[in-house]
């Protein structure tokens, strides 16, 4: 490689074509020297961090090589899409290091939330699946809550060492990351690189005033998320920007509620409860009987039952079935990865059926709220 192919600041191999992925550089920025990429570009010019996403491959080695390091790990989830945005294997890979977890987007709770229950929560879910963590912290990168105590568990624990931060893509890592910068690390500091072997990847590290880094990571992308599927101009509508003001449905069995044409979700037996939707506002829920859904569908769909639009219907996988049974005196959530989640509030137990595009991931868990 000529060195004209490389990021003079990280090393990255150099391309114009995708804004998101690594080594992006606008093909007018080609002409300066030294040539360095977009994401450098906007960390020395405007202290700030932008979105890069690798591959399930490329992520794993990189997890591996913080596994070998020391150095304090934080992951970043999405309270919106807890299940969607956990990373699996992290305990695995991240070795002996400790990890806090940082659940962002506090802000989209409804405006009366028990926080502490919801630590305990996110502890006992974390536990669940395998990740032992040194903290939960709870904060909006966006709306700027919880931040001091972001930083005060960063020192508590990082003793001196470095500090990874890894998450997946849409999680609000940018946004998290842009505020350290601002308000904890070594503004008058060179940023540097940081090597890692068997990818094409190098680490920019931000400088904190002991000598340790910052290292932003790329972003997984995960498939199994709605908001990886949908168009940019429907992530809008799928993530909430605001307070979720939830959706209670008191239903008899045999109906059917529809989300655009994003989700339906069945009743079908059971006796008559509510049912607390937790999604964005900005989607519109439409109400039928279980026996005309499909036809409703055949007939409304990226239409009366929109969004999303007939032509980027065509671009999502078609609607999946997900029977579940809530037994008795259950206290669950039905959670669709990046649409939300449905609080089911009968004791008698319901027999359900979420329909979702192929492959995005539906779980059931204890109630958050
Ligand atoms: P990244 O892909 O993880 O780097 O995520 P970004 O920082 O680019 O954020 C992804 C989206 O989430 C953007 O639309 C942000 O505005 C939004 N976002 C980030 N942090 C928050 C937050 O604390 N609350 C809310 N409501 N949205 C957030």
């Excluded at 114009?16 to 690594?22: A, K, M, N, S, V």
């Excluded at 079908?268 to 569908?297: C, I, P």
Aim: hydrophobic share 40%; proline share 5%; glycine share 6%.
């Amino acid at each position: 490689h000529s060195e004209n192919n490389h990021c003079a600041g990280c090393g990255v191999a150099l391309q114009t074509e995708q804004p998101d992925q690594l080594g992006y550089v606008p093909a007018q920025a080609l002409a300066r020297t030294p040539i360095i990429c977009q994401r450098c570009f906007r960390i020395k010019n405007y202290n700030e961090a932008s979105g890069i996403t690798l591959n399930q491959d490329d992520f794993l080695r990189l997890l591996t090589h913080v596994g070998g390091t020391d150095s304090l790990v934080v992951n970043i989830v999405d309270i919106f899409d807890f299940e969607g945005s956990m990373i699996s294997g992290l305990a695995r890979f991240v070795g002996t290091n400790p990890v806090i977890l940082v659940v962002n987007k506090i802000d989209l709770l409804p405006k009366v939330t028990n926080y502490n229950r919801i630590v305990n929560w996110v502890q006992r879910q974390a536990k669940e699946a395998g990740l032992r963590v040194v903290e939960v912290v709870l904060c909006s990168a966006k709306k700027n809550m919880g931040f001091e105590r972001v930083i005060e568990a960063l020192e508590l624990h990082r003793k001196g060492r470095d500090i990874y931060v890894v998450g997946a893509t849409n999680v609000g890592k940018s946004t998290l990351i842009n505020r350290l910068i601002r308000d904890y690390s070594d503004l008058d500091a060179e940023l540097t690189v940081s090597q890692y072997p068997g990818t094409t990847l190098d680490l920019v590290r931000i400088p904190l005033d002991d000598g340790a880094s910052i290292i932003d990571t790329p972003g997984i992308v995960y498939k199994h998320r709605l908001t990886e599927l949908v168009s940019k101009k429907d992530l809008m509508k799928v993530m909430p920007d605001r307070p979720i003001k939830p959706l209670v449905f008191q239903l008899n069995d045999q109906q059917t509620i529809f989300f655009g044409s994003f989700a339906r979700f069945d009743f079908v037996q059971g006796e008559r409860q509510s049912f607390t939707f937790y999604v964005s506002n900005a989607l519109e829920a439409h109400r039928t009987k279980l026996e005309r859904a499909d036809e409703l569908y055949e007939e409304h769909r990226g239409v009366l039952l929109s969004p999303p639009s007939r032509e980027e219907l065509e671009d999502l996988p078609k609607l999946t079935k997900h029977p579940i049974r809530i037994p008795k005196n259950a206290n669950l959530d039905v959670s669709v990865s990046g649409l939300g989640w449905i609080k089911v509030n009968g004791a008698a137990g319901a027999e359900l059926a979420i329909h979702v595009p192929k492959g995005v991931k539906v779980a059931v868990r204890e109630s958050v709220i």
